[in-house]
């Protein structure tokens, strides 16, 4: 299993970044899979998760209305569309992805097996 992100960079306040997870090893409509972030001297949170139950996306309150998560079967790979970035939004972003079945908040909540994370792409955005 491989999971590799791209599409971090730095960025004005107000911009748009979207950020690609390559997954490899699985497919990303089989298992429960989303995006975390940590930034300096703060913990991981849950950004955005997709349940493998039945598709609903989860969006943690500080993103919602802002960013979209998708994922693309064809090329296996998940997206995180981020607009209006904020300056509050800087930190190393993770795509993650584990084959046991959960709703999609418990996923992001950290609830359960965390078995695979990609290295992270950084994103920064300043005021």
């Known amino acids: 299993v491989q999971l590799v992100e791209s599409g971090g960079e730095s960025v004005q306040a107000g911009k748009t970044l979207r950020l690609a997870c390559a997954a490899s090893g699985f497919m990303v409509d089989d298992w429960a899979i989303g995006w975390f972030r940590q930034a300096p001297g703060k913990e991981r949170e849950g950004v955005a998760c997709?349940?493998?139950?039945?598709?609903?996306?989860y969006y943690a309150d500080s993103v919602q209305g802002r960013f979209t998560m998708a994922l693309d079967k064809t090329k296996n790979t998940a997206y995180l569309q981020m607009n209006n970035l904020k300056p509050e939004d800087t930190a190393v972003y993770y795509c993650?992805?584990?084959?046991?079945?959960?709703?999609?908040?418990?996923?992001?909540?950290?609830?359960?097996?965390?078995?695979?994370w990609g290295q992270g792409t950084q994103v920064a955005v300043a005021s």
């Open positions: 993650g992805a584990d084959p046991v079945r959960r709703a999609a908040y418990h996923y992001c909540a950290g609830h359960g097996p965390h078995a695979h």
């Open positions: 997709i349940s493998s139950n039945d598709g609903y996306i």
